[in-house]
């Protein structure tokens, strides 16, 4: 009976192995690989690691020294690639395309399943639903309302009221709500943003790339009931004078309460998708964790999803779109002005 790869493609079988920490398990990982090679001589074998404990130099040397040991036919034919955090670090040859392509969307899947999240923090999650309420002209709220709105402890809500000083109107029945709009409590909280707030970018890694708009067709079909679109998308169903041509990249809200989400769903919107910490490397599609207990989405008749517009202003200087994003501002602190005269 043939031994049976982690994985297997028309061109190659891939065997995976996570958080390597001995060099006998190393070893174990080339034999098996060497032996599915052996039955299946039309491939190439990958051995795959992911987030090992062995440094790459002694990964690099005993590779070197098993295949130095083999055949020439199979030791040609055997490869070793090296992934940490989602990134490959080390590959023992040039992987084709097609191979590299795969290798890519394994490490992807690895990653993506069961993605951890780091701990939220609270306080700005009351800020930020605090200012959502003035500018939708919602009105005042109880710490109360607040706490379960956001999943959080009556301190939690207590300091985050506090940080905002006189732009707090409390009302006799205990009741708070914004005066007006918090500059300096948003540019503090804009200064400090990428640290607190979650999100992760993706990368096209085929030569045709998806356009925005075409994934989130896709998107659409899964009928996904905590995935909202953001970014420019969404900024434009507030504010359709929004001046900017086309969408740079698709920009979707997980609402994510818990520790850890399922994102599996990236790799059936577009396999050739893969996550990339390169700031300098043009994303197509980015992830933003809403991680308070009730999103604030807006759902539409049709069944779309849309965040809350603080969230999609968020994202619109996340994504560096400074001239959009300060436009957008004043039409929402506008609007909400113009809300609140009418009370």
Not at 121 to 135: A, G, R
Not at 209 to 214: A, L, M, N, V
């Amino acid at each position: 009976m043939l031994n049976r790869p982690d994985a297997i493609t028309a061109t190659a079988v891939v065997e995976i192995k996570y958080r390597l920490s001995a060099v006998r398990m190393l070893r174990d990982g080339l034999v098996q690989l060497a032996t599915m090679l052996a039955d299946r001589p039309d491939k190439s074998g990958y051995l795959l690691l992911i987030d090992p404990r062995l440094s790459q130099n002694c990964l690099t040397v005993e590779t070197e020294k098993f295949k130095a040991a083999m055949r020439p036919d199979l030791a040609n034919r055997l490869h070793l690639v090296v992934a940490k955090d989602g990134e490959i670090l080390l590959q023992t040859s040039p992987l084709p395309t097609t191979d590299l392509r795969n290798i890519r969307r394994m490490i992807n899947q690895s990653v993506d399943s069961g993605f951890k999240l780091p701990t939220p923090d609270k306080q700005e999650e009351v800020f930020l639903v605090i200012l959502h309420q003035w500018i939708t002209g919602q009105g005042p709220m109880t710490s109360r309302w607040l706490e379960n709105k956001v999943g959080c402890n009556y301190r939690t809500v207590s300091a985050a009221i506090e940080r905002l000083g006189l732009a707090i109107k409390r009302r006799s029945d205990r009741r708070v709500e914004l005066k007006y709009f918090p500059e300096r409590n948003w540019r503090q909280f804009l200064a400090i943003a990428h640290k607190v707030r979650s999100s992760i970018f993706y990368a096209d890694a085929s030569d045709q790339p998806h356009s925005p708009e075409s994934l989130l067709l896709r998107l659409r079909k899964f009928d996904r009931k905590d995935i909202a679109v953001g970014g420019v998308i969404g900024a434009k169903r507030h504010f359709p004078n929004l001046d900017i041509v086309g969408v740079p990249r698709l920009d979707l809200c997980v609402h994510a309460p818990g520790a850890c989400t399922d994102l599996e769903f990236i790799h059936q919107l577009d396999p050739a998708l893969e996550r990339t910490r390169d700031l300098h490397r043009p994303a197509r599609l980015a992830l933003h964790f809403v991680r308070r207990k009730e999103s604030l989405f807006d759902r539409e008749s049709d069944g779309s999803l849309w965040p809350d517009p603080i969230e999609c202003l968020l994202e619109l200087f996340l994504g560096r779109l400074d001239q959009q994003a300060v436009a957008y501002e004043e039409f929402l602190v506008s609007r909400a002005r113009n809300l609140v005269a009418k009370d």
